[in-house]
């Protein structure tokens, strides 16, 4: 069974920068893709960002520029570098995994952009 742990969530003020990281539990080499979305209250779950096997990369329009997507394979660690945080990037942010049909999440991490 894999297991997805993100770490690196807090309370930052608007303009800060925080990076998220998602640890596995087996090799990150074999999943199609990994991902992160979040989810703010009252809203449904969006896609941040996602990163492919082959490096392949894509962003949601709000994050573009701001947020990168990175993948250590050695490390099985995904991460979100999240630079010129706003309020509205307030939510619990996620990390997905996807191998073949088979999709795996983890617990999710809070972030709070506020003065």
């Known amino acids: 069974q894999v297991q997805l742990v993100e770490s690196g969530g807090g309370l930052v003020r608007p303009g800060g920068s925080l990076r998220l990281s998602c640890a596995a539990s087996?090799?990150?080499?074999?999943?199609?893709?990994m991902s992160w979305y979040r989810q703010a209250p009252g809203k449904q779950r969006e896609l941040v960002a996602l990163i492919t096997s082959g490096g392949t990369t894509n962003y949601a329009d709000s994050v573009k520029g701001r947020f990168t997507i990175s993948r250590d394979n050695a490390k099985n660690t995904v991460y979100l570098q999240m630079n010129s945080l706003k309020p509205e990037d307030t939510a619990v942010y996620y990390c997905?995994?996807?191998?073949?049909?088979?999709?795996?999440w983890g617990q999710g991490t809070q972030v709070t952009v506020s003065s």
């Open positions: 997905k995994a996807r191998k073949s049909v088979t999709t795996y």
């Open positions: 087996g090799s990150i080499f074999s999943f199609n893709d």
